[in-house]
């Protein structure tokens, strides 16, 4: 389902975060009395605590802010800036998505707007490709379709400025821009504010609010559901993913995720595999997302698992679905459930 979800905002002083993993907190930790280097998260009952490396051990750096996103009840994004600690002139924005587990499963160097929004089980992030002491970008903005587990960008939209606001970026050096992402029920859209260096909005228009803000329509790739032909009736874009579970990585792949897909059209439903990998180099991944023709009593018996599991984003869950699901054969490879056979396999093919 489409969704924008606002970010929560926690100053990182040992306030809890209402997390569906885990009631954690969030707290700093200072090697000095003035350089605060990292944060440390932990959970009350102490199941696991992890500490983060904000500053990248930049000694004149400390923690400005940290914002934790809860996105579905169940991902945990943390949104960090690090600035300089007496002139504030320096900043170094990060994003990290930290798993149910206590892992921190990877860090960007992004600083993203004020919103997460979720397509599917991936996200959707806006972000600030220049700040206020960079040489002027074009674009300012860019969206992404972000997959949690590797944080890789599987697609990416340029984000324009309006004709109106393009000269005022590019004449007041200190001035600030400022972008959040909503969805009106049929698209996500990035509404854009520009400051002066006086801190005034700055624009010919303004919405009911008293702010002025452009609303920008994403890509239609991102945009829409991600849909792919179905193998039966041809339809373009009307394969849908209904059911989801990840799964824990194996001897080959990083990421793991069974799939059941339906088609919106005719009455084909299947199941689908996709697995991903990053052990080929650095900064290098592999991917593969492949459909099967299964029996119906078969698609039936995965949906009526993968509904059991009370955390099916979690590679890590010990629930019977998953301890089922998770299978290893003798060389450590995933063993793919009864029914599932290379000679049904079909292509997915995403609809551009």
Not at 142 to 149: C, F, N, Q, S, Y
């Amino acid at each position: 389902m489409l969704a924008a979800v606002p970010i929560h905002s926690v100053v990182p002083t040992g306030q809890p975060i209402v997390w569906a993993a885990s009631r954690l907190q969030i707290t700093r930790v200072s090697e000095t009395e003035i350089t605060l280097t990292r944060l440390r998260l932990t959970t009350p009952d102490a199941i696991w605590s992890l500490t983060v490396n904000v500053t990248g051990n930049e000694p004149d750096l400390r923690v400005g802010r940290c914002d934790a996103i809860v996105v579905a009840d169940w991902y945990l994004l943390l949104r960090t800036n690090a600035e300089h600690w007496r002139e504030g002139t320096l900043h170094r924005h990060k994003l990290h998505h930290i798993s149910g587990d206590g892992r921190l499963l990877w860090s960007l160097p992004w600083r993203i707007a004020d919103q997460v929004g979720l397509l599917g089980d991936r996200f959707v992030v806006v972000r600030f490709l220049s700040t206020l002491y960079d040489p002027i970008t074009q674009p300012p903005l860019v969206a992404h379709l972000v997959a949690p587990r590797s944080g890789r960008s599987i697609l990416s939209h340029a984000v324009a400025l309006p004709d109106d606001l393009l000269p005022l970026y590019q004449q007041e050096r200190g001035s600030a821009l400022h972008a959040r992402l909503e969805h009106d029920g049929r698209r996500f859209i990035a509404r854009i504010s520009l400051y002066d260096a006086a801190g005034a909005l700055r624009g010919r228009r303004l919405d009911n609010d008293g702010l002025f803000v452009y609303a920008l329509p994403f890509g239609q790739r991102i945009a829409q559901r991600p849909g792919f032909v179905c193998p039966d009736c041809l339809t373009p874009g009307s394969l849908q993913i209904t059911h989801s579970i990840h799964l824990p990585p194996d001897s080959r792949a990083d990421e793991i995720v069974l799939q059941i897909v339906a088609c919106e059209r005719c009455a084909f439903e299947g199941v689908a595999i996709y697995e991903e990998s990053h052990r080929r180099g650095s900064g290098a991944a592999s991917w593969e997302h492949v459909g099967y023709r299964v029996a119906a009593s078969t698609v039936e018996a995965l949906r009526n698992r993968l509904r059991q599991c009370p955390r099916p984003h979690d590679a890590a869950c010990t629930c019977p679905s998953h301890l089922a699901l998770s299978g290893r054969d003798d060389n450590g490879r995933w063993q793919k459930p009864d029914g599932v056979e290379w000679q049904k396999s079909f292509s997915l093919r995403l609809v551009d």
